[in-house]
């Protein structure tokens, strides 16, 4: 028999050498894991920079849409208060053509005065210095009347270029801008697409939602918001200077402006003054004064015209006799090339996409982008600038109610800009 303490050695030197194996397996497994951990580890550190990286870049590219879109803001509001202006220097020639058929119906009027008071002692003189002044008055009134209009003229197309100036230098003000923000806040990022609503080429970027043009519907809405801006003077300065007894005094008058076919604008104006005499049977009416001026178009001769104070229904007798004395002011008068906002379903939007300048990406990256858009809109407070009628106001040039407010991207368009770069 052989002895057993040899066996025993041989059993322990075995189970020594498989903890052994057991071990540098573990420690394999182990390095293994790490390996792996540190591997997931890595990949979550460079898609954490990725996003990083890729806010980032949206981040510049929302700030460089909101900065045109606050540049397009502006130039749609200093346009708005251009056209107001254009507005009420043109109300201006009516107030100007106003007062010189004024003068001309109390210029008459004292010479009437002064005719029929010759034969009474004191008020004869009187009258007689009146009218000697009032008719010393008419070639300086007249030449004055002509140089104001003249220069309201300059002042509207001074006012009108002055909008197609700063259209251009807004447009170009806003792409440097956004280019400037972009480089600015990173060197290795560029602007690759900008666009107001649908992406186009750099050089033809623009708001394209306004327009200026002589169209007729400009002309026509140019002369409807004159119209519908008269101040009172203008528009009808007709009342009763007495009534006494069966005998009254009326004074009627106003200033009245349209478009003729040809793009030019006519202003035409009228005043009388008129006594009525009612006696039992019949009335009588004897003219007092009147006065009458156009630019174009000559006033209406027909007893039922509309307009001017109602002078052609109150004052028909002087109306008659005035008009055909009336005087051609001989300048001639267009409306300007004012902007408009061209009135659209989809309220006016600018994407601006920034993406990594591909010098500065390694050959087997692709160079990360992102979009930022926002929108123009228009919005008249109710509680601070209610509207007479009480209703909402829709997008105009006339009103400084312009801003811009960031716009979400949907995911379709984000995979359209995708494909163009």
Do not use: C
């Amino acid at each position: 028999m052989k002895p057993l303490i040899p066996v025993a050695k041989h059993a322990v030197a075995n189970h020594s050498a498989s903890k052994q194996r057991q071990r540098g397996m573990y420690l394999l497994l182990t390095a293994l894991l790490a390996v792996g951990i540190l591997f997931v580890l890595m990949q979550i550190i460079a898609l954490s920079q990725k996003v990083q990286r890729q806010t980032e870049i949206e981040q510049v590219a929302h700030y460089a849409a909101e900065s045109m879109g606050v540049i397009a803001a502006r130039d749609l509001n200093l346009k708005a208060i251009l056209n107001r202006a254009m507005l009420a220097n043109e109300m201006a020639i009516g107030q100007i053509i106003g007062l010189h058929t004024w003068y001309e119906m109390s210029r008459q009027t004292s010479t009437n005065i002064a005719t029929v008071t010759v034969w009474i002692p004191y008020l004869n003189s009187v009258s007689a210095k009146l009218s000697q002044l009032m008719n010393q008055m008419r070639e300086p009134m007249r030449t004055g009347v002509r140089r104001a209009i003249v220069l309201q003229q300059w002042v509207i197309h001074g006012l009108a270029s002055a909008q197609q100036v700063f259209h251009q230098a807004s447009w170009l003000a806003s792409v440097a801008t956004a280019i400037d923000i972009v480089e600015g806040t990173d060197e290795s990022l560029e602007v690759v697409l900008m666009n107001h609503q649908t992406l186009l080429d750099l050089d033809n970027i623009w708001l394209r939602m306004q327009s200026a043009t002589t169209s007729p519907s400009n002309r026509e809405d140019y002369v409807d918001m004159v119209a519908d801006s008269r101040d009172p003077f203008s528009r009808k300065r007709t009342y009763r200077w007495f009534s006494a007894f069966n005998v009254a005094a009326h004074k009627a008058g106003g200033s009245e402006i349209s478009t003729l076919a040809d793009g030019r604008i006519a202003w035409r104006s009228l005043d009388t003054s008129q006594l009525h005499l009612r006696y039992l049977l019949h009335n009588q009416y004897l003219p007092i004064g009147g006065g009458a001026s156009y630019l174009q178009q000559r006033l209406p001769s027909a007893r039922n015209s509309h307009g001017y104070g109602d002078s052609y229904r109150i004052n028909w007798t002087t109306s008659r006799y005035t008009v055909r004395k009336q005087q051609n002011l001989q300048i001639q008068h267009r409306s300007p090339h004012y902007f408009r906002y061209q009135s659209t379903r989809r309220a006016p939007q600018i994407t601006v996409v920034v993406r990594e300048r591909l010098e500065e990406v390694e050959r087997d990256r692709t160079p990360q982008w992102g979009v930022g858009r926002v929108e123009l809109y228009f919005h008249r407070p109710k509680e601070l600038w209610a509207r007479e009628d009480n209703k909402q106001e829709i997008a105009n040039l006339h009103n400084a109610l312009w801003q811009v407010r960031r716009k979400n991207i949907l995911e379709a368009e984000r995979r359209l800009i995708g494909a163009q770069l």
